[in-house]
T-cell receptor
Framework: DAGITQSPRHKVTETGTPVTLRCHQTENHRYMYWYRQDPGHGLRLIHYSYGVKDTDKGEVSDGYSVSRSKTEDFLLTLESATSSQTSVYFC??????????????FGPGTRLTVT | GNSVTQMEGPVTLSEEAFLTINCTYTATGYPSLFWYVQYPGEGLQLLLKATKADDKGSNKGFEATYRKETTSFHLEKGSVQVSDSAVYFCALSDPISSGSARQLTFGSGTQLTVLP
């Protein structure tokens, strides 16, 4: 299994509070991604990173920011959590060059509830 | 843009039944195709992949063939087990349209339940 951990695994927070989720990898992969999973929507990309300090927006980036100061860590921040951000958040990594197949490997997820 | 359409679930089968989960896609380039599986309470695991037309991906008794002419990548298994109960996601990666993102586009997932 790819070495990907996410913390915390579960969090309950109140509307309006800031929340930071952490993704840590031990594979030294270049690409890192944050997705959210909601019923009926599959997985939707929030933000991604293609290197240290290189990040960009995905499909559903509003209300989220990210940072990557080290290859192994990718942080997702909800500046002011809202109930619509209640979801399961997955981090993924990709080497990006492995035979050009671009498969991604996923962490175990963080279940976030905003009350 | 890119999109993936999966058959709607949930799908319920008896043990040892034949499984087909349909997946069709729309892409601007020449995508790689994937099936991921998600067991309850866990992250997604790569099940199999195919990178070009007519490739067949296979793993753990599951198979899928990349059909460019029908833009499909249907998942099949000859004899399902209770342990195969999970959610299955079809996905594509289109490096031409996604550029530096190398992002995956996912279908909405199909819940499979196998009864003993």
């Amino acid at each position: 299994d790819a070495g990907i951990t996410q913390s915390p695994r579960h969090k309950v927070t109140e509307t309006g509070t800031p929340v930071t989720l952490r993704c840590h990898q031990t594979e030294n992969h270049r690409y890192m991604y944050w997705y959210r999973q909601d019923p009926g929507h599959g997985l939707r990309l929030i933000h991604y990173s293609y290197g240290v300090k290189d990040t960009d927006k995905g499909e559903v980036s509003d209300g989220y920011s990210v940072s990557r100061s080290k290859t192994e860590d990718f942080l997702l921040t909800l500046e002011s959590a809202t109930s619509s951000q209640t979801s399961v958040y997955f981090c993924a990594i990709s080497e990006g060059t492995s035979g050009f197949t671009y498969e991604q490997y996923f962490g175990p997820g963080t279940r976030l509830t905003v009350t | 843009g890119n999109s993936v359409t999966q058959m709607e679930g949930p799908v319920t089968l008896s043990e040892e039944a034949f499984l087909t989960i349909n997946c069709t896609y729309t892409a601007t380039g020449y995508p790689s195709l994937f099936w991921y599986v998600q067991y309850p309470g866990e992250g997604l695991q790569l099940l199999l992949k195919a990178t070009k037309a007519d490739d067949k991906g296979s793993n753990k008794g599951f198979e899928a063939t990349y059909r460019k002419e029908t833009t499909s990548f249907h998942l099949e298994k000859g004899s399902v087990q209770v342990s195969d109960s999970a959610v299955y996601f079809c996905a594509l990666s289109d490096p031409i349209s996604s550029g530096s993102a190398r992002q995956l586009t996912f279908g909405s997932g199909t819940q499979l339940t196998v009864l003993p």
